[in-house]
């Protein structure tokens, strides 16, 4: 019905940056919520941040360092990545509340999911 490209993680350095992004295409109407979480080894998955297409919410570890930012005419999402921390390690997975076309129900959907590394 709905697929989510995420594209962007990588290897950094501590201090380092990256951007990841997500694009959703398949049949969709519209989409609500976008953002992405992030799941480290032995954690669970947690928010990072979130467009509600209203406002943004950032957990509160990556305010000041994490921009989360959409193209809603692309379907699209990124995550701009300062300052990148060890802690920061993780899989990124894009989110997206979506208005699928085909079923007229609103349905979440997940990426596959990126690795991002940050060395010290």
């Known amino acids: 019905q709905v697929q989510l490209v995420e594209s962007g993680g990588g290897l950094v350095q501590a201090g380092g940056s990256l951007k990841l992004s997500c694009v959703a295409s398949?049949?969709?109407?519209?989409?609500?919520?976008m953002g992405w979480y992030r799941q480290a080894p032995g954690q669970q998955r947690e928010l990072v941040a979130l467009d509600t297409r209203r406002t943004t919410n950032y957990t509160d570890s990556v305010k000041g360092r994490f921009t989360i930012a959409r193209d809603n005419d692309k379907n699209t999402v990124y995550l701009q990545m300062n300052n990148l921390k060890p802690e920061d390690t993780a899989v990124y997975f894009c989110?997206?509340?979506?208005?699928?076309?085909?079923?007229?129900?609103?349905?979440?959907?997940w990426g596959q999911g990126t690795q991002v590394t940050v060395s010290a």
């Open positions: 398949g049949s969709i109407y519209s989409i609500g919520d």
């Open positions: 989110y997206a509340n979506v208005m699928v076309l085909v079923t007229a129900k609103r349905t979440k959907f």
